[in-house]
């Protein structure tokens, strides 16, 4: 065969080969996927590896036997925008000033000078798609495809935010709406539905799940970043018919079993594509459990409180992650890690760069591939409500700063009304979370020297904080 007839022939069979999946996007060596699942609501309690009951959740389990479950994963802030601004920027949300829940009448959003993780990783050369709530503002400016994701399909803010509240359906629908606008379902830049309705929200999770079944085959011969931000469990609770009167515990367990059968889906795309093993999908929630909607609302388990708090079952969330190229199957981590530290460990593993400026995640891609003996990388995590430094944890030590906290008044609500809140206040607290998960024993006067060093620390990373804080975007 002559030279020429060679070279016409490797430039037939070269591209074939270099876009096939199974040489170039599932080697060990080449950059892996990322999808990233988040759930709202979801309490640390609310999976079968967690301590569920009254439901199943199969395909977490399988998630979790094939990979690697963090028992002591935090959120940055338990409420549900600021969760997300932290797991997309690496940074506090209060560094970013993205602090609580923005809504419909919010004119605020994240910065145009912030690096989310979709803009780093389009620099790299991955297609990025967010399928869910996004939470992040609501105006042009603040969308998605203006933050390094190629497609965006869903809600803006919480599903809450609408005319259709249990709260308010006793009201004519003139009254509910001086209250709550329509909820929009946005796809691109573009609201394509202005009144998203009960209706339309039985098929929410099903919805997600297909725009993600299809972004995955359209993009399985490329390194791909996925986002699907749940909109359940958070309240009002709907669900198809795949999965209505399914559970034992009724429609929470209901809204969680469908959410399991969609993390199977996006699963079996992956294997299905031969492009699993090097794909890292880490599920977990944005906070934990909305514990004054009683049977509409999650467990935390053993942990005291919940969302909205700084206490373990406002701040500790379930989190497993799949990836079978580097991590062990039925793998466990006991060591503290955050949403926070997902962006600078996906910068790592993939060779990106940015931003410029300071960020407060860490590298802890250690804990996925030695998660018995590494350490994480940080002295302390810092759990804030709104503005307040609340609550300092390091090592086995949480420390909790005087400060006022919501607490159920009796008993919680039903169907989906809430049960009423008081306010109670907790002096100067020490824990130890290795021998006292529920916070129950107060040791800061049994370990003086615990007590100061962690008051310290509190204080110095408070004063830098506030003192480096960076502006949100605005109109």
Same mark, same amino acid.
């Given at each position: 065969?002559?030279?020429?007839?060679?070279?016409?022939?490797?430039?037939?069979?070269?591209?074939?080969?270099?876009?096939?999946?199974?040489?170039?996007?599932?080697?060990?060596?080449?950059?892996?996927?990322?999808?990233?699942?988040?759930?709202?609501?979801?309490?640390?309690?609310?999976?079968?590896?967690?301590?569920?009951?009254?439901?199943?959740?199969?395909?977490?389990?399988?998630?979790?036997?094939?990979?690697?479950?963090?028992?002591?994963?935090?959120?940055?802030?338990?409420?549900?925008?600021?969760?997300?601004?932290?797991?997309?920027?690496?940074?506090?949300?209060?560094?970013?000033?993205?602090?609580?829940?923005?809504?419909?009448?919010?004119?605020?959003?994240?910065?145009?000078?912030?690096?989310?993780?979709?803009?780093?990783?389009?620099?790299?050369?991955?297609?990025?798609?967010?399928?869910?709530?996004?939470?992040?503002?609501?105006?042009?400016?603040?969308?998605?495809?203006?933050?390094?994701?190629?497609?965006?399909?869903?809600?803006?803010?919480?599903?809450?935010?609408?005319?259709?509240?249990?709260?308010?359906?006793?009201?004519?629908?003139?009254?509910?709406?001086?209250?709550?606008?329509?909820?929009?379902?946005?796809?691109?830049?573009?609201?394509?539905?202005?009144?998203?309705?009960?209706?339309?929200?039985?098929?929410?999770?099903?919805?997600?799940?297909?725009?993600?079944?299809?972004?995955?085959?359209?993009?399985?011969?490329?390194?791909?970043?996925?986002?699907?931000?749940?909109?359940?469990?958070?309240?009002?609770?709907?669900?198809?018919?795949?999965?209505?009167?399914?559970?034992?515990?009724?429609?929470?367990?209901?809204?969680?079993?469908?959410?399991?059968?969609?993390?199977?889906?996006?699963?079996?795309?992956?294997?299905?594509?031969?492009?699993?093993?090097?794909?890292?999908?880490?599920?977990?929630?944005?906070?934990?459990?909305?514990?004054?909607?009683?049977?509409?609302?999650?467990?935390?388990?053993?942990?005291?409180?919940?969302?909205?708090?700084?206490?373990?079952?406002?701040?500790?969330?379930?989190?497993?992650?799949?990836?079978?190229?580097?991590?062990?199957?039925?793998?466990?981590?006991?060591?503290?890690?955050?949403?926070?530290?997902?962006?600078?460990?996906?910068?790592? !593993?993939? =060779?990106?760069?940015?931003? @410029?400026?300071?960020?407060? #995640? &860490? /590298? *802890?891609?250690?804990?996925?591939?030695?998660? +018995?003996?590494?350490?994480?990388?940080?002295?302390?995590?810092?759990?804030?409500?709104?503005?307040?430094?609340?609550?300092?944890?390091?090592?086995?030590?949480?420390?909790?700063?005087?400060?006022?906290?919501?607490?159920?008044?009796?008993?919680?609500?039903?169907?989906?009304?809430?049960?009423?809140? !008081?306010? =109670?206040?907790?002096?100067? @607290?020490?824990?130890?979370? #290795? &021998? /006292? *998960?529920?916070?129950?024993?107060?040791?800061? +006067?049994?370990?003086?020297?615990?007590?100061?060093?962690?008051?310290?620390?509190?204080?110095?990373?408070?004063?830098?904080?506030?003192?480096?804080?960076?502006?949100?975007?605005?109109?």
């Amino acid at each position: 065969m002559t030279t020429n007839r060679l070279l016409t022939l490797a430039s037939y069979l070269l591209p074939a080969l270099w876009a096939t999946p199974s040489l170039a996007q599932d080697s060990p060596d080449s950059p892996p996927n990322v999808v990233v699942i988040m759930t709202d609501d979801q309490g640390y309690a609310d999976t079968g590896k967690f301590g569920a009951t009254g439901f199943k959740t199969p395909h977490l389990d399988r998630m979790a036997d094939e990979g690697l479950r963090f028992t002591n994963w935090y959120v940055p802030q338990a409420v549900c925008g600021a969760s997300r601004a932290g797991l997309l920027t690496g940074c506090y949300p209060n560094r970013i000033n993205m602090l609580g829940a923005p809504g419909p009448s919010s004119r605020t959003g994240i910065a145009e000078g912030e690096m989310l993780i979709s803009e780093m990783l389009k620099e790299r050369g991955y297609a990025t798609a967010l399928f869910g709530k996004w939470h992040l503002g609501h105006h042009e400016k603040f969308l998605p495809l203006q933050h390094g994701f190629d497609e965006y399909y869903g809600l803006p803010y919480s599903n809450d935010m609408w005319p259709h509240h249990p709260g308010v359906r006793h009201l004519p629908m003139e009254k509910r709406l001086q209250r709550w606008p329509h909820l929009p379902m946005i796809e691109g830049n573009r609201i394509i539905n202005r009144e998203v309705t009960p209706e339309d929200q039985v098929n929410l999770t099903t919805s997600y799940t297909e725009k993600a079944l299809d972004f995955i085959s359209r993009n399985r011969s490329k390194p791909f970043f996925l986002y699907v931000a749940h909109s359940m469990p958070h309240v009002p609770l709907f669900v198809s018919d795949k999965f209505k009167g399914k559970s034992e515990q009724g429609l929470y367990g209901d809204v969680i079993m469908e959410i399991d059968w969609s993390v199977g889906q996006i699963l079996s795309a992956l294997r299905k594509h031969r492009i699993d093993r090097n794909t890292l999908v880490l599920f977990t929630s944005d906070n934990g459990p909305w514990l004054s909607y009683g049977n509409h609302g999650g467990s935390a388990g053993p942990l005291r409180e919940g969302k909205g708090t700084t206490w373990e079952g406002g701040q500790r969330v379930p989190c497993i992650i799949r990836w079978p190229n580097r991590i062990k199957a039925g793998s466990v981590c006991h060591a503290p890690a955050m949403h926070i530290d997902v962006f600078p460990t996906v910068r790592s !593993l993939v =060779k990106g760069k940015g931003p @410029a400026h300071r960020i407060d #995640g &860490r /590298d *802890i891609s250690n804990l996925f591939t030695s998660p +018995a003996t590494a350490k994480s990388p940080h002295e302390a995590y810092f759990f804030y409500r709104g503005d307040q430094l609340e609550a300092v944890r390091s090592g086995q030590w949480c420390l909790h700063l005087p400060h006022a906290y919501r607490s159920l008044k009796g008993g919680p609500g039903r169907d989906g009304i809430p049960g009423p809140y !008081l306010q =109670k206040r907790t002096e100067l @607290a020490l824990f130890d979370l #290795g &021998r /006292d *998960i529920g916070q129950k024993k107060n040791l800061a +006067a049994a370990h003086p020297a615990v007590t100061t060093r962690l008051q310290t620390m509190a204080r110095k990373f408070d004063a830098d904080l506030k003192a480096s804080k960076r502006p949100r975007g605005s109109l």
